[in-house]
């Protein structure tokens, strides 16, 4: 049985009208293939997959129209491998190449080779992936926008230059990818001595994720929450934001739970974080699907501009689920040249949903990824509930990737019912062969921080961990 959702995403409205986009090489793997290929299915699009050496006998290979084996494992020589994809796309007559999130999917040389060799480039054009992919442009384009940023510096190229701009910043700052996202060659440090030590490591950290190691320091907010905008743009102009999502409870600067709406944010902020959202896509002329972030600050109320991913967000079901609007869907058809099928006015979201990701990790050993096989898995079931996985029985979960193992949304017509909706469907996840964060999630999910909307983005390090790891190994 190869069950991707039990909810699937939201319904699209028959063929795409575009007769442009007919065949879609999809640069990507995992649950994120696997979800492009269904939309591409939906709207009558064929679809061709790269996989690598060990993906070849994945679902989103068997799922798709053709699979195409470019390199073996590392993604260095595969998924990271430009030529070869190119080629791949080419040699099957794919007229588009969908990036998904990750790997190459907000690195401008890719899109920009992609429209090179005459393909559409499933995502923002690439000077808007180049001007949004560098976190300091981007802050800039926000400042002129009149968006709130946070202090921070420019890029910096050594330890001594980092260690100044930090002294005038004041500790804590934020060590930060110039041109990733994801947590990755992030870290807060405390003082000098914690950035000397760190700043090496993250430039490394950040050139081998994404073949940039440039970093820059930022102001660190302690009481904050993560807010962010899904926004779509098309090829004419028009920009719209589709609701905002919380994914403030994070460990180590990766997101572990994101819900829509965000609760108790005031109302007038919520509109405020939305329409700079907006603002942000339109300065970028935005022509696709992006997510806009935002820190806001718990103490003070205020919020202010954090970066912008030119990219589908791995947290995008729970937009779908509180609008109908397959996310997706719309980047294929902004793609194609067509225009936006709904207007601001248009947008309504109803009810409230939470996504939590599951990981092949282990919360009682550090949260160390667990390579091994999956020799049971049985999803989820019940009314609002969806599943996003590439995961069946007999699935290897490697050391090459990402250990995301499936993404578990619920909604519900309240928050209250959404979250009891997921901790009903988190006890009725199976899984075996390999350990998960299922146990780690349900017990976030159900403290009372999380649930009267109190927590933080370093609340589980700062708060909750220690409780959670002594709860699971009782």
Aim: charged share 25%.
């Amino acid at each position: 049985m190869t069950t991707q959702s039990v909810t699937s995403p939201p319904a699209t409205s028959g063929p795409i009208v575009s007769t442009q986009i007919r065949r879609v090489l999809v640069a990507n793997r995992g649950e994120i293939a696997v979800r492009i290929v269904r939309a591409c299915r939906a709207l009558g699009i064929e679809t061709v997959v790269v996989v690598s050496t060990v993906d070849r006998e994945g679902m989103a290979a068997r799922l798709a129209d053709r699979a195409i084996c470019i390199g073996p494992a590392p993604a260095g020589q595969s998924y990271l491998a430009i030529p070869s994809i190119l080629s791949a796309a080419v040699g099957t007559g794919c007229d588009a190449v969908h990036p998904g999130y990750g790997f190459l999917s907000e690195n401008p040389d890719f899109a920009s080779a992609c429209v090179d060799e005459g393909l559409i480039f499933v995502g923002p054009r690439p000077e808007a992936v180049a001007q949004a992919g560098d976190k300091a442009r981007a802050r800039e384009l926000a400042r002129r926008s009149g968006i709130p940023i946070l202090s921070g510096s420019p890029v910096l190229e050594t330890t001594d230059e980092a260690v100044r701009a930090a002294g005038e910043l004041g500790y804590p700052v934020l060590v930060k990818a110039a041109a990733g996202g994801g947590g990755r060659g992030m870290s807060v440090v405390e003082d000098e001595a914690g950035l000397r030590s760190r700043w090496p490591a993250a430039a490394n950290e950040a050139q081998s994720a994404f073949g940039d190691g440039r970093l820059y320091v930022e102001h660190f907010v302690r009481n904050a929450r993560h807010i962010e905008v899904q926004v779509l743009g098309d090829k004419h102009g028009n920009v719209i934001h589709v609701g905002e999502r919380d994914c403030t409870l994070q460990r180590r600067h990766q997101k572990v739970v994101e819900e829509s709406p965000a609760p108790n944010i005031p109302e007038s902020i919520r509109q405020d974080i939305r329409d700079s959202g907006v603002a942000f896509a339109q300065a970028l002329h935005l022509d696709s699907a992006g997510t806009v972030e935002f820190i806001y600050d718990s103490d003070t109320r205020t919020y202010a501009f954090l970066e912008f991913n030119a990219r589908i967000q791995v947290e995008h079901p729970v937009s779908e689920m509180v609008s109908g609007i397959d996310l997706v869907a719309e980047q294929l058809r902004s793609a194609s040249g067509e225009r936006l099928r709904y207007a601001q006015d248009d947008v309504t979201v109803t009810g409230h949903a939470v996504e939590v990701r599951i990981t092949t990790e282990d919360p009682a050993r550090g949260f160390i990824p667990r390579p091994g096989t999956v020799t049971t898995w049985v999803p989820p079931e019940g009314e609002g509930i969806r599943v996003d996985s590439h995961c069946e029985p007999g699935y290897v979960v490697t050391p090459y990737y990402d250990s995301l193992l499936a993404k578990i949304v619920a909604h519900g017509p309240d928050r209250d019912t959404a979250l009891d909706r997921m901790t009903a469907a988190l006890d009725a996840l199976k899984v075996e062969g390999v350990p998960t964060t299922r146990e780690f999630c349900r017990t976030a999910l159900n403290h009372p921080d999380f649930r009267a909307g109190r927590v933080t983005t370093d609340w589980i390090a700062a708060t909750g961990l220690p409780d959670f790891l002594e709860g699971l190994d009782r």
